[in-house]
Nanobody
């Protein structure tokens, strides 16, 4: 059973930066970040990283967000820069046995960390 705990969310002004962290107990083939921008909405894929190091980032955040994993720390990161109001969301860390962008393929989820961007 993989356990995931996110941290690092908070309030930031537009144009600012934040680093999200996700501590994990085990690392399946793929880890990712998703976000839910409003209650009741679907969780949108943000970025994924494969166990071999390759990454994939959604077009909406490409060039602004970076996903990284530090194995000896058992920590997944999401570095976010140039934040906009549209980046306001609950951000979730997830893990899956395959490299995928589909939320339903991820059996392991953290509890989420809130990011609020203000103008």
């Amino acid at each position: 059973q993989v356990q995931l705990v996110e941290s690092g969310g908070g309030s930031v002004e537009a144009g600012g930066s934040l680093r999200l962290s996700c501590a994990y107990t085990d690392s399946p083939r793929c880890m990712a970040w998703f976000r839910r921008q409003a209650p009741g909405k679907e969780r949108d894929w943000v970025a994924s990283i494969h166990v071999m190091g390759s990454t994939n980032v959604a077009d909406s955040v490409k060039g602004r967000f970076t996903i990284a994993k530090v194995n000896h720390e058992n920590t997944l990161y999401l570095d976010m820069t140039g934040l906009t109001l549209d980046d306001t969301a609950m951000y979730y860390c997830a893990a899956a046995p395959l490299f995928t962008t589909v939320a339903q393929d991820y059996p392991y989820w953290g509890q989420g960390t809130q990011v609020a961007v203000s103008s």
